[in-house]
């Protein structure tokens, strides 16, 4: 395990109850099976339901993709949680406007997961350094890439499934899973 300080992910949707914490469950699962300890991922909602849990349909896919849907408690997103993190990966683009409007030091730091899923590929990270700093470079050079490929809220964004109907819910893993498998295959890369 690396003695640095884990790379601090926050993932972030609206209630908090189904895109944000299969989010960050997924991350978090797959980061410690092959990185203990190397990142610490969170989740919050600009609307939460405070105190909710994982919804239940989303905990069922939670626990079937290799996550762990228990002991969540959903939370409301404020500049303390923002304060020290990361990375902040939101699950649509109206939610990326509002991290940046509460944190505007976090607008280099903040993309959509779907919108980080698409530029990380095409970034060659340095195998020879920490997960932080291996991250923290990435997230420079993506930011350039955004710039360099911009897309629209169809490519960026994750359907919000909560109360709607199981093709909705579908939708979302279709639009999630691939997006946090791209991130931990990227990270693979260079263990």
Wanted: negative net charge; charged residues 20%; contains cysteine.
């Amino acid at each position: 395990m690396s003695t640095n300080t884990p790379f601090r992910i926050l993932t972030v949707c609206t209630g908090n109850i189904c895109r944000s914490p299969m989010a960050e469950r997924l991350l978090q699962a797959g980061f410690d099976a092959m990185a203990p300890g190397e990142f610490t991922v969170e989740s919050a909602g600009t609307g939460a339901l405070v105190g909710s849990g994982i919804e239940p349909h989303v905990a069922g896919f939670v626990n079937v993709f290799g996550g762990d849907s228990a002991n969540f408690a959903s939370r409301q997103l404020s500049t303390g949680i923002l304060a020290g993190q990361d990375l902040v990966l939101a699950l649509s683009r109206a939610h990326r406007s509002k991290i940046v409007e509460l944190a505007p030091g976090l607008l280099r730091r903040t993309f959509t997961l779907r919108e980080l899923a698409r530029l990380l590929p095409q970034i060659e990270g340095q195998d020879d350094v920490g997960a932080s700093e291996r991250w923290t470079a990435a997230m420079a050079r993506a930011l350039r890439l955004r710039t360099a490929n911009p897309a629209g809220p169809e490519e960026d964004d994750v359907v919000d499934p909560y109360r709607r109907s199981d093709d909705v819910y579908d939708q979302m893993v279709h639009q999630l899973t691939p997006a946090v498998n791209t991130l931990l295959a990227w990270e693979r890369r260079y263990r």
